[in-house]
């Protein structure tokens, strides 16, 4: 299934390559900045009755778009970016259906249970969604934090997946080495967490054509979803229509 996004950056929806967002900004490279607001993509994500897409806050700054996107499509959205115990209820309350976190419940590069269950206790584990965004060492999938900066210990695999598992609603993971270059997913990534997730995954990363679609739910059996960004029409691409991927979603949902 496609899964939409809107991601933010200075308050603006924006398309960037994963890999150039760094604390000081030098080096970011930007797909695309949209002349709309984060309002607009989410009400047309309703309008199309696409549910379980992502917000993402890159950074400061971006508390009102998302807020207006959130009323917009309230219990249609998941928002992630700087989610913590502290704030998760009060996006909740601003209509988000799951808070998406990463960099708060890991701590000095190992996963910090005490926090996660903690979350847990105050939202329950069906509105939260783990970030488990990685990027490729020595030929194994590291989560990396911190706006995919900092290595952590935590390594993607079955037994981690499923020990996680216990802990959340659904998992959200981009291949940060690839994310916005439209080069193609990872498939092997894909197969992986198809695999391994015993839960809804989320996967988004180089989608580059419609064609990434079609091979991701067919590589991952059915069971991972794939988010398109920078290669969609709407976000100024021209590899991937959105509208091809609705109709995507209907004849998935539809099949006979």
């Known amino acids: 299934m496609f899964r939409p996004c809107i991601d933010l950056h200075e308050g ?6 994963g890999g150039s967002l760094t604390d000081s900004g030098a080096g970011l490279r930007t797909n695309f900045v949209s002349e709309r607001p984060a309002s607009w993509y989410a009400e047309l994500y309703k309008k199309d009755g696409l549910k379980g897409g992502h917000v993402i ?11 207006a996107a959130l009323a917009a499509f309230p219990g249609g ?5 700087g989610v ?16 998406i976190v990463t ?13 996660v269950r903690a979350l847990v206790a105050a939202i329950g584990k069906e509105r939260l969604v783990l970030d488990l965004s990685c990027r490729v060492r020595d030929g ?19 037994h981690e997946l499923e020990r996680l598992a216990a802990f959340c609603d659904e998992f959200l993971i981009h291949a940060a080495d690839v994310e916005g270059l439209c080069g193609g997913v990872d498939l092997e990534l894909v197969q992986r967490l198809a695999e391994g997730s015993p839960i809804p995954t989320t996967y988004a990363g180089g989608a580059r054509s419609a064609l990434d679609l079609e091979e991701v739910t ?5 069971k991972i979803d794939l988010t398109i960004g920078s290669a969609l029409d709407i976000f100024g691409g021209n590899g991937v229509r959105y509208e091809d991927c609705v109709a995507f ?8």
């Open 57 to 67: 806050q890159l950074g400061s700054g971006n508390e009102a778009a998302a807020r």
């Open 77 to 81: 959205l998941h928002l992630g970016g």
């Open 103 to 115: 960099s708060w419940v890991f701590r000095d590069g190992k996963l910090d249970f005490d926090r």
């Open 140 to 158: 194994k999938y590291w989560v990396v934090t911190d706006r995919w900066q900092k290595f952590t210990e935590l390594e993607v695999n079955r």
């Open 12 to 17: 603006k929806v924006k398309q960037i390559v």
């Open 84 to 99: 913590n115990l502290d704030n998760a209820n009060g996006w909740l309350d601003a209509g988000a259906s799951h808070v």
């Open 249 to 256: 979603n209907r004849r998935l949902a539809s099949p006979t």
């Open 218 to 222: 067919r590589e991952g059996g059915g």
